[in-house]
């Protein structure tokens, strides 16, 4: 199962970022509400594999707890009303996909643009709230998380879900393609 997502996931993808990859000037930043992003998984979630993981050291920290501390920052910069803050987690290019409830935008500059509609002031914004239910090494280069979220706000309170793909790229994990509802 587990390697079939992997596929499904990455052909999915490879389709809309094969061009990308081959630019040399690959920018990246991240973006995306999640504050709880430090949670551990349930307990009761069965192992992800038979293969024992390597310990975290102090000197380099595991890909997992990088992507928490990245979604915990981009939740941080959400509270303080911050959006480029916020989006500093998601890949800063064309092939970046956001699906909300408006449907599929490509490109980091559409998404961020549409944030600002959607979000014009700190009292739209709110308090973000974010809880990874899931989170699953697919390959090296790729994680899948799954979790929800919730804006407390004077505009009204909203919530949902998301999935997110996170890749690493130089070295740093970034959200390439994000599914909010």
């Known amino acids: 199962m587990k390697k079939a997502l992997a596929f499904f996931i990455i052909t999915l993808f490879s389709s809309q970022m094969v061009w990308a990859q ?3 000037k690959t920018k990246h930043k991240a973006t995306k509400p999640m504050q709880e992003a430090a949670k551990s998984q349930e307990a009761t979630e ?3 594999s038979d293969k024992p993981k390597s310990k975290e050291t102090k000197d380099k920290p595991s890909d997992e707890s990088l992507i928490r501390e990245m979604l915990a ?4 910069q959400w509270n303080k009303g911050n959006i480029e803050g916020y989006m500093s987690g998601y890949w800063d290019n064309d092939s970046m996909l956001f699906i909300g409830s408006k449907g599929p935008r490509y490109g980091y500059v559409n998404t961020l643009e549409r944030y600002k509609e959607a979000y014009p002031d700190k009292d739209h914004m709110g308090k973000l709230i974010s809880t990874i239910s899931r989170m699953e090494q697919i390959s090296k280069e790729y994680y899948f998380v799954v979790g929800t979220w919730q804006l407390q706000r004077k ?3 909203v919530g949902g879900s998301y999935t997110l793909l996170l890749r690493k790229i130089s070295g740093q994990w970034v959200i390439v393609c994000d599914h909010s509802s």
Do not use: I, L
């Open 46 to 48: 069965k192992p992800q």
């Open 73 to 76: 920052n981009q939740v941080k």
């Open 22 to 24: 081959s630019a040399s």
């Open 155 to 157: 505009a009204g309170d």
